[in-house]
């Protein structure tokens, strides 16, 4: 089993930048990509970046130039930097880790809220 503790969620004004970090414990060795998703009222679920364990990204198109996912393998978090946030990026932003052989793991989510 692996648990992913997220924390870094809140209130920005649009134009400001936000946080998100992820922690996972548990049976993490066999852990493979970890990636940010999130869900907008009324919307379904989309995912938002993914990194693989080398490092490698993959960004959905809105955020692009404005978000940054990073991963410390030794420390078995990831995180999501946000920056230029915008009313379109209001949404529970939700951790996830895959293992080998495609179990997924989720975190209980973290509220952003953008302000116009």
């Known amino acids: 089993q692996v648990q992913l503790v997220e924390s870094g969620g809140g209130l920005v004004q649009a134009g400001g930048s936000l946080r998100l970090s992820c922690a996972a414990s548990?049976?993490?060795?066999?852990?493979?990509?970890m990636g940010w998703y999130r869900q907008a009222p009324g919307k379904q679920r989309e995912l938002v970046a993914v990194?693989?364990?080398?490092?490698?990204?993959n960004y959905i198109g809105s955020v692009k130039g404005r978000f940054t996912i990073s991963r410390d393998n030794a420390k078995n978090t990831v995180s999501l930097q946000m920056s230029s946030l915008t009313p379109e990026d209001t949404a529970v932003y939700f951790c996830?880790?895959?293992?080998?052989?495609?179990?997924?793991?989720w975190g209980q989510g973290t509220q952003v809220t953008v302000s116009s």
């Open positions: 996830k880790a895959n293992q080998l052989g495609s179990r997924e793991y």
């Open positions: 548990g049976t993490i060795s066999s852990i493979t990509v």
């Open positions: 990194i693989t364990r080398g490092g490698i990204t």
